[in-house]
């Protein structure tokens, strides 16, 4: 029970698969800032204590999506700053035994870049409070690791979807496209049809975390690697409905919205120039993703789950 998973939601869940050990695992109390710090403190002493020679901790932690307000943010980066400062108390020993991932976003680091696709290069330029936020527990990461003396891994993800996406989160794409087909409610389309994303599937995303921590814990301690971690294929959104249109075969009812898209960019192209072998664990094809996320989802209908 080396690894600890905090935040167990589409990214967490696949992470805690991509290995059979049992993860450690305690209830954290989200809605409550203070006590997900006391916890948290908490949690971090339980598993040093319990655990010999080297550990993972994974923060797959938030969330907050573009339109999350300011102090909801501000909240979430309150807590992370408290749980790297609670590890930069403990002992040398056991810092130096520590790997730390950290989820990021793509979207969040990139939305206002010039110049795409992008790299591990790009200056990131936010384009919204969320993705402010991302790049300041980036920084907080980085700056503890240091002082610190553990080793972190930070995944600059795009856009992730699987069967195990939360419908509550206010995104997600392709689960919310899916949905329609079972429903027939019409999904609100808000941004052009023409906008780029690149789409990775949930156990492949969590193949290439899996990889990317194993291979920073035999980096020097006080290091840092920052790496995308996406499929490499922009899809846009007019693709994505069509290739379920073709899967299904029938239309999905859409309205193109007159909603507000600042802080989002229309493209969203990315190259990763960091470990770039790991890339190669990304096997699921696009149309294999669409249709595991259809299936789980009228697996759910069929049991009453909605």
């Given amino acids: 029970m080396n690894r600890w998973i905090i935040g167990r939601g589409l990214l967490g869940n696949a992470v805690a698969r991509a290995r059979p050990d049992e993860p450690f695992r305690i209830d954290i109390p989200w809605s409550d800032s203070a006590e997900a710090s006391r916890s948290l403190h908490a949690g971090l002493s339980r598993f040093l204590a319990q655990t010999t020679g080297p550990v993972e901790i994974y923060w797959c932690a938030g969330k907050s999506v573009t339109s999350t307000p300011r102090e909801q943010l501000d909240r979430e980066v309150g807590v992370f700053r408290d749980f790297v400062s609670s590890l930069s108390d403990v002992s040398a020993g056991d810092r130096e035994?520590?790997?730390?991932?950290?989820?990021?976003?793509v979207g969040g680091a990139y939305a206002h870049s010039t110049r795409p696709p992008f790299t591990e290069s790009t200056t990131a330029v936010a384009g919204s409070d969320?993705?402010?936020?991302?790049?300041?527990?980036?920084?907080?990461l980085r700056d503890g690791t240091a002082a610190g003396g553990w080793r972190s891994f930070i995944g600059r993800i795009t856009n992730?979807?699987?069967?195990?996406?939360?419908?509550?989160k206010a995104q997600g794409l392709i689960s919310v496209v899916a949905r329609t087909f079972l429903t027939g409610t019409p999904v609100s389309i808000y941004v052009s049809l023409d906008t780029l994303r690149d789409y990775i599937f949930e156990d492949d995303c969590a193949l290439v975390v899996d990889a990317g921590v194993r291979r920073a814990a035999a980096l020097d301690v006080g290091s840092v690697v920052t790496k995308i971690i996406g499929a490499m294929t922009a899809v846009s959104v007019g693709a994505i409905l069509g290739e379920q249109n073709r899967l299904r075969r029938r239309r999905s009812p859409v309205i193109l919205g007159g909603g507000d898209p600042r802080g989002q960019s229309r493209d969203l192209r990315v190259r990763s120039e960091v470990w770039t072998d790991l890339d190669g664990l990304v096997?699921?094809?696009?149309?294999?993703?669409?249709?595991?996320?259809?299936?789980?989802?009228?697996?759910?209908?069929?049991?009453?789950?909605?």
């Avoid at 035994?97 to 976003?105: E, G, K, M, P, Q």
């Fill in 97 to 105: 035994r520590v790997t730390f991932f950290l989820a990021s976003s």
């Fill in 283 to 306: 096997s699921t094809t696009f149309s294999a993703g669409l249709d595991a996320v259809f299936r789980a989802q009228l697996a759910s209908y069929a049991r009453g789950i909605n």
């Fill in 160 to 168: 992730l979807y699987g069967p195990g996406q939360d419908l509550g």
């Fill in 130 to 140: 969320y993705g402010r936020a991302k790049l300041e527990i980036e920084q907080i």
